[in-house]
C-alpha cells in the first residue's frame, strides 16, 4: 500500500508562484516514478512532471522553464515549483506515485487533487 499526501496550492495572480509537494508512504518499491498530472475543466487529465527514483525528470514542453520538478529521496517526497504562472494554468493538479508490488506487479496511486487558480 502507499499513500499520497499533497500539499499547496490555491489561488494566485498570473505572474506569480506556487508550489506544491506531495510526499509518498508506504510500501514504496525501489524502482518508481512519483510526479504532477493536472486536469482543467472540459478537458483531458494531463502529465506536468514527474521524475523517477533515478533522478531522470519528464516535463511537459508546456511549462518547461517555468516549473521544475525535484525530489527529497530521503522522504520520498516531490516537490513542483510552478513560477510565471498563467491563467491557463488554472486546474487541479493530482500526485501520481508509479511503481511495483513484489518488484512485479505494476501499482499506480492518484493522490485526491489540489486545485490551483490562477487569475488575471
Known amino acids: 500500500q502507499v499513500q499520497l499526501v499533497e500539499s499547496g496550492g490555491g489561488l494566485v495572480q498570473a505572474g506569480r508562484s506556487l508550489r506544491l509537494s506531495c510526499a509518498a508512504s508506504g510500501t514504496i518499491s525501489s524502482i518508481n516514478d512519483i510526479g504532477w498530472h493536472r486536469q482543467a475543466p472540459g478537458k483531458e487529465r494531463e502529465l506536468v512532471a514527474s521524475?523517477?527514483?533515478?533522478?531522470?525528470?519528464n516535463v511537459a514542453d508546456s511549462v518547461k522553464g517555468r516549473f521544475t520538478i525535484s525530489r527529497d529521496y530521503t522522504q520520498d517526497t516531490v516537490y513542483l515549483q510552478m513560477n510565471s504562472l498563467k491563467p491557463e494554468d488554472t486546474a487541479v493538479y493530482y500526485c501520481?506515485?508509479?511503481?511495483?508490488?513484489?518488484?512485479?506487479?505494476?501499482?499506480?496511486?492518484w493522490g485526491q487533487g489540489t486545485l490551483v487558480t490562477v487569475s488575471s
Open positions: 521524475m523517477t527514483s533515478l533522478g531522470n525528470p
Open positions: 501520481k506515485y508509479s511503481g511495483y508490488v513484489r518488484g512485479q506487479v505494476r501499482l499506480e496511486v
